[in-house]
C-alpha cells in the first residue's frame, strides 16, 4: 500500500541528514505513505521515538505498529502544540518532505490532477474543513484571484485568467475539473507547454486551498521552538515559493532574509548550514521516480 501511495524522495539523504542516534525523539511531519518514516525508524533503538504527522485521514492505512512510534493525525502548523501534547517538549531532528503524494495526485475524486476531467474540484488534504478550490473560484474577488494565480502558480497572464474566471461562472458555477480546464484552454499552447501551464494553475489553487505557504511559515517557526541545540531539521522543495522561504529561514532566522548583525559586526542566525548547495535527485532518482525531479533538500542544525 505504501509504495503506492508514495515513492520516498531523496530517502538516504534527508534522513542520513538528521543525524539520528538510537535515543534520537525524531519528527516527521509528513507522514504519507511513511517511507521516509520507515527509514527513520530502522535508525532507531529501543529508547528511540518517531512522532509522525499527516492531517489526511487515508494516511492512517500506512501505519504500523511499533511502540516507538505515534502517528497524529493533524496538520504540521499546529507542530508544537501536539508534541507537548505528548508531553515532549525538546525533539532532535525533524524532517518535511512538502511533496503532495503521488496517491493524491493519482485520486481520482481529490481534485489535484488536471488528469480526471470529472473530478470535484476539491483539492483539500483535510476534507473535514476549509474551502474546497470550487469554492475559492466562485468567490474570490478577480484581483485576489489574480494574485493567487500570479504568486502561487507564477503565471503570466494571471488577470486575463482571473478575468475569464468570473465572467464564466456567472453563467455557470465551477463544480468540476473539466469546468476550470474549459476555461483555461484558451492561455494554454499544445503539449508540454499545455501542461506546464494547467500544473502551474492547479499548483495555485492547491497552495491557496491548503494555506501551504503560511502553513510552511508556522511550521519552521515552531520547529526552531522545539528543535534542541545541535538538533537537525531536514526539508524538502517542490518549487521556488518554498524553497526560498526554507532558504530564508535557515540562512537568517527570518522569512525576508534579512541578515541581522550583532554589536561585533558577527551575523546573527539560530542555524548553522549542514549543505551550502541544495542537495537534488539523482539522475538515477529521477528516472526511477519521474515527480522528483524538481526536489530540493536543504538541511540545518540548531546553534541556539
Do not use: W
Not at 27 to 45: A, K, P, Y
Not at 73 to 95: C, H, M, P, S, W
Not at 117 to 133: C, H, P, V, W, Y
Not at 187 to 193: A, D, M, Q
Amino acid at each position: 500500500m505504501a509504495n503506492a501511495y508514495h515513492i520516498p524522495v531523496l530517502l538516504h539523504e534527508s534522513v542520513e541528514g538528521m543525524n539520528i542516534r538510537p535515543d534520537s525523539i525524531c519528527v516527521d511531519v509528513t507522514f504519507g505513505g511513511g517511507g521516509h518514516s520507515r527509514e527513520i525508524l530502522s535508525r532507531l533503538g529501543k529508547d528511540g521515538h518517531l512522532y509522525a504527522f499527516d492531517q489526511d485521514k487515508d494516511a492512517i492505512n500506512n501505519v504500523r505498529a511499533d511502540e516507538r512510534f505515534t502517528f497524529v493525525r493533524g496538520n504540521f502548523r499546529y507542530l508544537k502544540n501536539f508534541i507537548r501534547y505528548y508531553d515532549v517538549t525538546e525533539v532532535d531532528a525533524i524532517l518535511a518532505d512538502l511533496g503532495v503524494s503521488s496517491h493524491h495526485f493519482d485520486a481520482e475524486d481529490r481534485g489535484f490532477s488536471f488528469r480526471f476531467e470529472d473530478s470535484d474540484l476539491d483539492m483539500r488534504m483535510n476534507r473535514q474543513g476549509g474551502k474546497t478550490a470550487a469554492q475559492i473560484l466562485n468567490t474570490y474577488t478577480e484581483e485576489k484571484l489574480a494574485d493567487i494565480f500570479y504568486l502561487y502558480g507564477e503565471l503570466k497572464q494571471s488577470r486575463r485568467i482571473a478575468s475569464a474566471i468570473v465572467k464564466t461562472r456567472k453563467e455557470k458555477p465551477y463544480q468540476k475539473t473539466s469546468d476550470l480546464l474549459t476555461t483555461l484552454a484558451s492561455f494554454v499552447g499544445r503539449g508540454e507547454k499545455e501542461k506546464k501551464i494547467l500544473a502551474q494553475a492547479f499548483q495555485a489553487l492547491r497552495i491557496e486551498v491548503n494555506e501551504e505557504m503560511q502553513t510552511l511559515k508556522d511550521m519552521l517557526e515552531q520547529a526552531l521552538d522545539i528543535l534542541k541545540t545541535g538538533g537537525r531539521i531536514s526539508v524538502i522543495t517542490y518549487h521556488s515559493l518554498e524553497d526560498r522561504i526554507v532558504k530564508n529561514f535557515f540562512k537568517t532566522g527570518n522569512f525576508e532574509g534579512k541578515v541581522e548583525k550583532d554589536f561585533f559586526g558577527n551575523f546573527e542566525t539560530p542555524f548553522k548550514l549542514i549543505n551550502n548547495k541544495v542537495i537534488t535527485p539523482s539522475r538515477e532518482e529521477e528516472e526511477c521516480n519521474p515527480r522528483s525531479r524538481s526536489a530540493k533538500l536543504r538541511i540545518a542544525e540548531k546553534i541556539e
